[in-house]
């Protein structure tokens, strides 16, 4: 099996970009690991603050959108990453937006993330 159809198959494949990271930020896989290590002590402040968003109001949840769209793609998390794009967008459009349930998804990606990032870590 050749490594195109390796990532194909590999489901955090699709969810973290590490070698883009590595390559942006021009980091070796120690200085990935360090970048997890920050990430994941930042998750349980950003849970609450998406968490608190909806009750907040759109402006908060765009604030928490941009935030977390941007901290997702420093560790190379595109689809968590293009999800909170796509809904500050929205929010900044003006579109009809369920804000509670724009966060139970962004919780349920962040969550996603976190339990690759540490399988990576670990691994």
Excluded: K, W
């Amino acid at each position: 099996m050749n490594d195109l159809s390796a990532a194909a198959l590999d489901p955090a494949a699709t969810v973290i970009d590490m070698q883009r990271v590595m390559e942006d930020l021009q980091i070796d896989e120690e200085g990935y690991f360090e970048l997890i290590a920050v990430f994941l002590g930042e998750v349980a402040s950003i849970r609450d603050s998406i968490a608190r968003a909806p009750e907040a109001g759109r402006e908060s949840f765009i604030r928490v959108c941009h935030e977390l769209g941007t901290t997702l793609g420093v560790v190379g998390a595109t689809r968590g990453q293009r999800l909170a794009q796509a809904l500050e967008g929205a929010l900044r459009a003006g579109e009809p937006v369920g804000l509670s349930m724009a966060a139970a998804t962004l919780l349920r990606e962040l969550d996603v993330v976190a339990h690759i990032l540490m399988a990576v870590r670990d691994h």
